[in-house]
Each structure stands twice: as C-alpha cells, then as structure tokens.
C-alpha cells in the first residue's frame, strides 16, 4: 500500500507528465493529453486546473470542431506568470538570465568580476545581481520556480561543490552554500537551487527547449577555454558515476601530442581549447584575459596568418573529436557551443571536412551537426533550463 508521501509524488510525478507532454505538443486538449499519457480524464481535467491555477498551463478560446456539443480547448505552455533564473559563471565575468517556461529572455545582465581569483567575492557579486533581477521579474507579477547554476569545471551532481575550475583557480566550492548566505532575507531565499557543469547545462538548454524527439540522443560540445559535452540519452542527462561523463576534453586526440593540464599528452583540450591557441601566441601561458581573447579573434578575422593556421590546425582536431563523439555515443545531433565559435569558417570548415572524410570512408551518414541557437547565453539559459528538467522530473529528486 502507498504511503502518504508516495502517493504526492504520484501525483506531483502524474503533473509533470502532463507539462512535458505539452512542452512537446502544445495545444492538445484534456481528452488529447489523457490519451496519450494514460490517466483518466477525470484524473487530468483535475490536474490540469490545478496547473493552470499555479501557472504552468493556460487555455485557448474554444475551437470550433464543425459538430454538435462541447469543443475542446487547447491548452498551451503559459508564458507570463512563472520564471526560471539561470547563471553562467564564466571566466571573468557571469552572465544571469530569467527566462519563461519555453526558454524566452525576460529579463539579463552581465556581472563583472572585482578579484576572479577570489570565487566568495565573486559569488557575493552574483547573488546580489540575481536578487535585483528577481525582483525586476516580480514586478511584473511572476513567481519564480527556481535558479541554476552552471560551472566551468567539475560539479558534484548532489551537493553542488565545485571541485575544481582550471580556468578560474577554484577549488572546492560550496556553490549552495555560498549563495544561500547571500540569498538570506531575500525574494531567493527559498527558491529550489540546481548546480552542474556547463556543457551539461548547454546541453539542457537545446533539449528542453527545442524538438524533444528530434534530438535524443543528443550531444552539446562546448569549445572555450577547454573543451566539455554535454550528453543526453533517453531523456536523462548523462553525468556518470562520479560526474564526469562529458569530460571529452581529456580524450587523446594524438599521441605523443602537446602536454595537457591534467598530466596527459594530446588531450583535445591541449589541441583544441583557446588557452592552448592562447600558449601558442603567448609562448605558453593560458591565462587569456577576456582583452586577450577579443584580440585574438579580431587577429584571425583580419587574416593573421600565424593565427589562422593555429586555428585551422585545431579545427582539423576537432574533426577527430566529432568523429570520436559520434562513435562513442551515436546521436541524433551533435551541437557546436563556445567561444571558439567566433572565428568561424576558419575554425569550423576544416573541422566538417575532416568529420565528413571519416563518415565517407565509413560509409555511413554521420549526425547533424549544428551550432548553438543561443549563442553566448547557452549556459545561462541552459542553467535556467536545469530548473525545469529537474522539476518535471520529480523521481530525479528523490533519488538516493
């Protein structure tokens, strides 16, 4: 027999159903929505009030179906009176959003560092942007279901510690509990708080808001600094036994290669990441400052010669890692994200070459391969999206 707080999650577990469903297939009916999940109409017209209620749903004028008696109404995805926040913690600087329930930007800023090495002064920054955005969202009278957070590093899936983020020097980050204390008092001091890995997150962003059907398995690759995927199978992230599924970064790419910052050699971060094009420019460091970044683009997209072939070299490595993704995890659409992005053609033409050669040779058609919708707030829209995949999954939180 259920117990009191099984039967909940039953019915939390039947709700979100019914939101997922109509995330796929928007204007179904009650009837509609009852036949393809399997309850009773009774059980969903009951659940669906109750979701139209809280926000989650509205409702179309009725339809004229041409026959006798009542005509179903479509019901829709409600736009305008919940909200998910998300965060990106960049290297540099962090980018917030608010978004709605179908991934639309309501509200954005960007947050500039004081110390990048100082990760508690940095979160301090942060959380007070995010209380000021989300009291801007309230204004307009949303209630805001909750924040996620994306990281460039290693994230612990169920405490939301940081391990480790290369680029930025942080160790051992109790994300939670830094913004928590910040949070105290404030419209977020109860919001539901999600934390995980960029490319992760990205990876979220394109399969929560886009063709659910079309794109699982689906891969997100995020090329920056470093080089990180984001996986998704069967509807599930992919995050592994201890969370390091995705770390392709660290995938040999050529052996005997240039030396990687985890010890090994001819990692496709050493080969493809901007801070190894940054090593080769600034004979080996791998700091690169944002300035330096932006200089480094503007040189390539000016025909820098050194420059391009660096970037055309680590294109034709990115061939080899499309070409390891694909047979490693077989999806249905690889998608490009990241800041290497910007140099274009140059970067992403000998990159499709070679991926094309391995696929002809092989005789099979490879996946799509697409870049990013969102461009630069993939991460923060997919940390906002993080907020939504876990509460329309309610078994994932009760996981042990």
């Known amino acids: 027999m259920l117990i009191t707080g099984d039967q909940q999650l039953l019915k939390q577990m ?10 796929r297939e928007p204007e179904l009916s009650r009837a509609d929505l009852a036949a393809a999940v399997g309850l009773t109409k009774s059980t969903v017209s009951l659940l669906v009030r109750e979701l139209v209620d809280e926000g989650w749903f509205s409702e179309s004028d009725l339809v004229s179906t041409g026959s006798l008696g009542r005509r179903p109404t479509p019901l829709h995805i409600d736009k305008t ?23 639309e930007i309501l509200e954005s800023a960007d947050v500039e560092y004081d110390d990048a090495s100082d990760a508690a002064s940095c979160f301090k920054l942060v959380a007070k942007s995010l209380i000021r955005l989300a009291k801007r969202v309230a204004v307009d009278g949303r209630s805001i279901l909750g924040l996620g957070v994306g990281l460039h590093g290693g994230v612990d899936e169920k405490s939301g510690v940081l391990h480790y983020a290369p680029n930025l020097g942080w160790r051992d980050i109790d994300t939670p509990g830094l913004l928590k204390k910040q949070f105290q008092g404030s419209l977020l001091a109860d919001v539901p708080l999600f934390v995980q890995n960029e490319a992760d997150v990205a990876a979220l962003a394109e399969f929560e808001f886009g063709d659910q059907s079309s794109v699982d398995p689906l891969v997100y690759l995020s090329i920056g600094h470093g080089v990180g995927a984001g996986v998704i ?20 790419l050529q052996a005997g290669g240039p030396r990687c910052s985890c010890g090994r050699s001819g990692c496709a971060d050493a080969l493809i990441g901007l801070g190894a094009l940054l090593a080769k420019i600034k004979s080996g460091d791998k700091s690169g400052s944002f300035a330096e970044l932006t200089t480094l683009f503007a040189k390539a997209e000016a025909g820098d010669a050194a420059i391009c072939e660096a970037v055309n070299d680590a294109g034709k490595f990115l061939g080899v890692l499309l070409n390891n993704i694909w047979v490693a995890f ?25 991926f094309k050669e391995y696929a002809d040779a092989a005789q099979l058609p490879s996946p799509d391969v697409t ?30």
């Open 14 to 23: 039947n709700r979100m159903v019914l939101v997922r469903k109509l995330c």
């Open 81 to 103: 009176r919940l909200a998910l926040l998300g965060t990106e913690f960049g290297i540099g600087r962090a980018r917030i959003v608010a978004i709605n329930l179908v991934g």
């Open 233 to 252: 199978v069967r509807d599930r992230l992919l995050t592994g036994f201890r969370g390091f599924a995705g770390e392709v970064g660290h995938t040999i």
């Open 330 to 354: 077989d999806p249905m659409r690889i998608v490009l994200g990241g800041a290497a992005l910007q140099f274009g053609d140059t970067f992403l033409k000998p990159a499709l070459d070679v």
């Open 371 to 400: 870049l990013s919708r969102f461009g630069s707030d993939a991460v923060a829209i997919g940390a906002a999206a993080l907020v939504r995949y876990h509460l329309t999954r309610p078994y994932n939180l009760q996981a042990p």
